[in-house]
């Protein structure tokens, strides 16, 4: 199941009581000794060893910079070759001792880019959650010459201590430079920022080493999921299940110019386990619907969730949709013509293009870039202002309760980045929070959530398997028997 995730600040105030108990100097070793232990394991993947190894530690102020010093010391009395590159502030005293007692080099930020390069295993140990991404220029410029080089070890593994410098804990926003980690091993708690934006791309693999933080009076700011996690997210229906139990589809899309979504949206909601979908527009859309997808009904009758807005539909029978009472999935061109109330249960799903104009009609100066840039804040800003969950799509798409949590599934395949793509997400959606519907649950918004991120595991999986919108139904499909298989 999905993982919490908080803030820097709430990890602050966690270890609050342990340091005002006198824990701090327990607190560094626990978080030392994990951190020597990932980078041993780092440095025997394929058979290799720590004997002998060249090791680079960059390191900053305060108790970041001790996790590394601490780990470094451990890695020399194993034989490795380390060299420290102390590179602002002063560092942790006892952290240095213990280093430069057990024969860790040092050398000063001048010489850092010809050990920086020459390493096997750099660990960066500059700032962690508590900094704020704001880099000094010599920081900075040491950061993108390394990374850049072509001239750094083959095979060179780089990693993090608690948070990638340059990166915000809370908003994964970064610097003017961030470290590219292949592993980030963090303390006590995940952040939020390790698995959005900037941060998520700067992380590599996230290790979570347990510091003995209580986080029971914590209300989380995130929830992290896993690929893994979609096998408990999907329900295998029982005997005793029939159509109307599994959940009933409304489409409202497609149009004489892009039919194409409606047979998207209505394939991907019937693979995805639907126990009926119905279909409404004209005649001849219906007619191309039902031909493709010949179990979709074409009658008017029961529906339990709407999904509405892929491939501009009528405005009349849209806004019929949201006047109907019943949550809907507003999609494509339906968020451009949103009501000032919707259902419970109701998301919204735009890609940043979409969310730029809605949040410009309501007298937000924002642009897309703007919004790539920083897609918790605007997910967040847009649910809150909508009062309804809100689904920013994108390679690595934010969901968002009013309230403010947010939920993150990973990041999807590259080959989701086609036209119609959304279409059979809008579909796969409609399908899972429908069933939720006909069991009687009570669409609040983080049953919503977790809703939308069970389809976005399911649109990414999918899309492991098939290269272009059309092939993704029956890829939905599979994804879905997969998941049931438990």
Same mark, same amino acid.
């Given at each position: 199941?999905?993982?919490?995730?908080?803030?820097?600040?709430?990890?602050?105030?966690?270890?609050?009581?342990?340091?005002?108990?006198?824990?701090?100097?327990?607190?560094?070793?626990?978080?030392?000794?994990?951190?020597?232990?990932?980078?041993?394991?780092?440095?025997?993947?394929?058979?290799?060893?720590?004997?002998?190894?060249?090791?680079?530690?960059?390191?900053?102020?305060?108790?970041?910079?001790?996790?590394?010093?601490?780990?470094? !010391?451990?890695?020399?009395?194993?034989?490795?070759?380390?060299?420290?590159?102390?590179?602002?502030?002063?560092?942790?005293?006892?952290?240095?001792?213990?280093?430069?007692?057990?024969?860790?080099?040092?050398?000063?930020?001048?010489?850092?880019?010809?050990?920086?390069?020459?390493?096997?295993?750099?660990?960066?140990?500059?700032?962690?959650?508590?900094?704020?991404?704001?880099?000094?220029?010599?920081?900075?410029?040491?950061?993108?010459?390394?990374?850049?080089?072509?001239?750094?070890?083959?095979?060179?593994?780089?990693?993090?201590?608690?948070?990638?410098?340059?990166?915000?804990?809370?908003?994964?926003? &970064?610097?003017?430079?961030?470290?590219?980690?292949?592993?980030?091993?963090?303390?006590?708690?995940?952040?939020?920022?390790?698995?959005?934006?900037?941060?998520?791309?700067?992380?590599?693999?996230?290790?979570?080493?347990?510091?003995?933080? #209580?986080?029971?009076?914590?209300?989380?700011?995130?929830?992290?999921?896993?690929?893994?996690?979609?096998?408990?997210?999907?329900? !295998?229906?029982?005997?005793? #299940?029939?159509?109307?139990?599994?959940?009933?589809?409304?489409?409202?899309?497609?149009? !004489?110019?892009?039919?194409?979504?409606?047979?998207?949206?209505?394939?991907?909601?019937?693979?995805?386990?639907?126990?009926?979908?119905?279909?409404?527009?004209?005649?001849?859309?219906?007619?191309?619907?039902?031909?493709?997808?010949?179990?979709?009904?074409?009658?008017?009758?029961?529906?339990?969730?709407?999904?509405?807005?892929?491939?501009?539909?009528?405005?009349?029978?849209?806004?019929?949709?949201?006047?109907?009472?019943?949550?809907?999935?507003?999609?494509?061109?339906?968020?451009?013509?949103?009501?000032?109330?919707?259902?419970?249960? &109701?998301?919204?799903?735009?890609?940043?293009?979409?969310?730029?104009?809605?949040?410009?009609?309501?007298?937000? &100066?924002?642009?897309?870039?703007?919004?790539?840039?920083?897609?918790?804040?605007?997910?967040?800003?847009?649910?809150?202002?909508?009062?309804?969950?809100?689904?920013?799509?994108?390679?690595? &798409?934010?969901?968002?309760?009013?309230?403010?949590?947010?939920?993150?599934?990973?990041?999807?395949?590259?080959?989701?980045?086609?036209?119609?793509?959304?279409?059979?997400?809008?579909?796969?959606?409609?399908?899972?929070?429908?069933?939720?519907?006909?069991?009687?649950?009570?669409?609040?918004?983080?049953?919503?959530?977790?809703?939308?991120?069970?389809?976005?595991?399911?649109?990414?999986?999918?899309?492991?398997?098939?290269?272009?919108?059309?092939?993704?139904?029956?890829?939905?499909?599979?994804?879905?028997?997969?998941?049931?298989?438990?």
């Amino acid at each position: 199941m999905p993982r919490p995730a908080y803030t820097g600040e709430q990890i602050r105030q966690a270890e609050a009581p342990l340091l005002e108990a006198g824990e701090g100097d327990r607190l560094m070793r626990r978080a030392a000794g994990q951190l020597a232990a990932v980078c041993r394991r780092v440095l025997r993947l394929g058979g290799g060893t720590v004997y002998g190894r060249r090791v680079a530690v960059l390191t900053g102020p305060g108790n970041n910079g001790g996790d590394a010093l601490f780990a470094a !010391a451990d890695l020399a009395r194993r034989g490795a070759a380390v060299t420290l590159v102390h590179t602002i502030g002063t560092p942790h005293a006892d952290g240095l001792a213990a280093a430069v007692s057990a024969g860790c080099r040092r050398v000063d930020i001048a010489q850092a880019p010809s050990h920086l390069g020459a390493a096997d295993l750099v660990i960066d140990g500059v700032f962690g959650t508590g900094a704020k991404p704001q880099l000094p220029e010599d920081l900075v410029q040491l950061i993108r010459v390394w990374q850049a080089s072509s001239a750094r070890a083959e095979g060179q593994i780089t990693v993090a201590v608690d948070v990638p410098t340059g990166i915000d804990a809370s908003t994964g926003r &970064s610097a003017q430079a961030a470290v590219r980690a292949d592993w980030t091993v963090t303390f006590g708690g995940l952040k939020t920022g390790l698995f959005t934006g900037a941060g998520a791309r700067a992380s590599g693999r996230v290790v979570l080493a347990p510091i003995g933080l #209580d986080f029971s009076d914590t209300v989380p700011d995130a929830w992290v999921y896993k690929r893994s996690d979609l096998r408990e997210l999907v329900k !295998a229906p029982t005997g005793e #299940d029939h159509k109307y139990t599994r959940g009933v589809v409304g489409i409202c899309a497609g149009s !004489a110019d892009y039919p194409g979504a409606a047979v998207l949206c209505t394939n991907a909601a019937v693979a995805a386990g639907a126990g009926m979908v119905r279909i409404i527009g004209d005649e001849r859309l219906r007619s191309a619907v039902t031909s493709h997808v010949p179990e979709a009904v074409a009658a008017d009758g029961r529906v339990q969730v709407w999904a509405v807005g892929p491939g501009s539909p009528s405005q009349d029978r849209m806004a019929a949709a949201f006047v109907s009472g019943e949550p809907v999935i507003a999609d494509a061109g339906a968020i451009d013509h949103l009501p000032d109330h919707l259902a419970e249960g &109701s998301i919204i799903t735009p890609h940043a293009g979409e969310l730029e104009r809605l949040l410009t009609v309501r007298g937000h &100066s924002v642009q897309r870039s703007q919004i790539e840039e920083d897609q918790l804040y605007w997910a967040r800003t847009a649910a809150r202002e909508l009062d309804a969950v809100v689904l920013l799509k994108g390679h690595r &798409s934010v969901i968002a309760e009013p309230d403010g949590t947010v939920h993150l599934p990973p990041a999807g395949s590259a080959n989701l980045a086609t036209a119609g793509s959304g279409d059979v997400l809008t579909g796969v959606l409609a399908a899972l929070l429908a069933e939720r519907a006909a069991a009687k649950r009570r669409l609040e918004p983080g049953v919503t959530a977790v809703t939308a991120a069970a389809a976005v595991l399911l649109h990414g999986r999918a899309g492991k398997s098939a290269t272009h919108a059309s092939g993704l139904p029956r890829a939905v499909e599979q994804a879905v028997l997969k998941a049931r298989a438990r």
